[in-house]
């Protein structure tokens, strides 16, 4: 007999056809991709199979299309349940928000905040959110101490063979960097390790008579750049393969964004598919495992594995168009929707110390993001403005003019400006450094180069920190702690400062690594939303004044 698995990854919301491509084995790019022509292929796939299991490999939300990310990710999870998904392993995105939101919001459907505007929207068919109608998985993911997963750690689907039920267990795994990734970042909760974790619940799974195992790992490798190939397969999905319990039948990946089918062997030498299908909706992979009914198990031999290109010469799946147009539609309501007013204009343009007005009110509303979050309360918030490693985190302006969406006016600030001035969906960390630490930031602002040139990649500070810096001297003490005041006191290098930041700045993403080492990380709202609340609770934000930073000399 024959059970079709059939599996998505990374989605990240990606529900309206976006410019996407694969590419062929003679080198064509193929246009792919589109929540109405996924689910076209799914149905088309499903034809004639009478066990078919549909699943995703994590990271199916925490989308950046603002359809989806306006909505807390809301139409993912609409979208999943109308193709039928059986369940999912956890990508780190999943825990992008909290553990909470992803538990009760996601999966249970609870509200939070203002109905329809902060939460539970109406979806495409006019009824109220209600989370996922399928169960999502993670064996590895437990409280910081702990070995309990905090959610199911496998699934156990029954399949029909001459009207017998027969079991097929699947493990699912998240990244053991989730914890301390920079969007991801959850101090606590921590990561066990996959191959130790993935051979427990094997023994497991055997224990309830489960011969047929699959591991849907959300952790990836690359093997080539065609979709349904495997050249030269390298990176920690294949080190797992290689390593994990040869009662494993079958390993399906994701996190890396990448396309690959290969056959790799186990431990006893013995192949098994190890497959990964790119990201958002570009490619879904099949999966036809042949079980012997007698004994219930994988016949490894006679299994088969291949990547199909989502492609859009099908017809468009009309429900699914109906779906797309809803949540558009919904996006171009939600952008417009005013959330503050400014006094002027609020621009990434930087004076010569570095300063921008945009800047400074970043610092500031992580800052108020910190004296908010329970445990945070931070002395002084930093921004990288233009980092000299990474992403730079401010990506617009906002003009006191309006602009051309019908519902702006002079001043308004709409809720769609300022998510694009601001953020890339990063938690606002409030973490403990030392003085030294935070002089040593300071100067790593000018960093020099390879070619000898010095790079200047300013901080922006909160509102209460005035400094001084002399660019005559040396790289590396251009900063006197003397002349760095914080609340109206000099900087002391011997005591601790508790600083609101980034999780991608202060882990060094952004070149900073004096602030690596922090302790007792609390974890605040994501940017935008931090800036957005900002605005909401300000009355009117005045541009502030540049002179937080000075040249001496």
Not at 118 to 125: E, P
Not at 130 to 154: E, M, Q, V, W
Not at 158 to 178: C, D, E, S, W
Request: charged share 20%; aromatic share 8%.
């Amino acid at each position: 007999m024959n059970v079709q698995l059939l599996s998505l990854t990374d989605f990240h919301g990606y529900i309206r056809p976006q410019p996407a491509t694969v590419k062929d084995a003679q080198g064509n790019s193929i246009v792919v991709g589109g929540g109405p022509y996924i689910a076209t292929h799914l149905k088309n796939l499903r034809a004639g199979h009478e066990n078919s299991i549909t699943f995703t490999t994590g990271d199916d939300f925490s989308g950046w299309p603002n359809e989806v990310s306006f909505h807390a990710d809301e139409p993912t999870i609409e979208f999943l349940n109308a193709i039928d998904v059986d369940f999912t392993t956890a990508g780190n995105h999943e825990f992008d928000i909290s553990l909470d939101f992803l538990r009760n919001h996601m999966v249970k459907g609870q509200c939070f905040g203002q109905i329809d505007v902060d939460s539970c929207f109406t979806d495409s068919t006019g009824r109220r959110f209600h989370g996922a109608d399928y169960t999502i998985s993670s064996a590895n993911i437990t409280r910081k101490g702990s070995t309990k997963p905090l959610l199911p750690p496998y699934v156990i689907k029954h399949v029909k063979a001459g009207g017998r039920q027969i079991p097929v267990g699947f493990i699912n795994l998240t990244t053991p960097t989730t914890v301390t990734g920079t969007t991801s970042y959850q101090p606590g909760l921590d990561n066990l390790p996959l191959v130790e974790t993935a051979n427990k619940y094997v023994a497991e799974l055997k224990r309830r008579g489960v011969e047929a195992i699959v591991a849907n790992v959300h952790e990836g490798g690359t093997a080539g750049d065609i979709y349904d190939r495997c050249t030269d397969p390298k990176g920690p999905i294949f080190d797992f393969a290689r390593q994990v319990s040869p009662e494993i039948d079958a390993i399906v990946s994701g996190h890396w964004h990448a396309l690959f089918n290969c056959t790799v062997p186990d431990p006893d030498g013995n192949l098994r598919p190890v497959v990964e299908a790119a990201n958002h909706g570009r490619l879904i992979n099949e999966i036809n495992l042949r079980i012997d009914p007698r004994t219930r198990d994988v016949i490894r031999s006679a299994t088969t594995s291949v990547n199909h290109p989502v492609t859009r010469d099908v017809p468009a799946d009309p429900e699914t168009v109906r779906l797309v147009d809803h949540w558009v539609a919904k996006g171009a309501q939600t952008f417009a929707r005013p959330v503050g007013t400014i006094a002027g204009d609020l621009t990434r343009v930087r004076d010569a110390d570095g300063e921008s007005t945009l800047g400074n009110v970043i610092a500031d509303a992580q800052l108020a993001d910190s004296q908010r979050t329970r445990g945070g309360v931070a002395d002084l918030a930093v921004v990288a403005v233009a980092p000299l490693k990474g992403s730079a985190s401010l990506r617009g302006d906002l003009l006191h003019a309006k602009g051309t969406d019908p519902a702006d006016s002079d001043g308004t600030v709409l809720y769609g400006e300022a998510r694009a001035a601001f953020g890339y969906a990063n938690p606002v960390l409030t973490v403990s450094v030392t003085g030294a630490q935070l002089d040593q930031a300071l100067e790593q602002q000018w960093q020099t180069q390879p070619d000898g040139t010095v790079r200047f990649g300013p901080l922006a500070v909160s509102g209460n920190v005035r400094y001084s810096y002399d660019a005559s001297r040396p790289v590396g003490d251009r900063v006197n702690p003397a002349d760095v005041l914080i609340g109206g006191q000099p900087l002391d290098v011997g005591r601790s400062y508790r600083v609101a930041g980034l999780a991608y700045t202060l882990t060094g993403a952004d070149g900073f690594s004096a602030f690596t080492g922090f302790t007792d990380a609390v974890r605040g709202s994501r940017d935008y939303e931090a800036f957005r609340e900002y605005l909401v609770r300000s009355a009117t934000v005045t541009p502030p004044p540049l002179d937080r930073a000075t040249a001496l000399g």
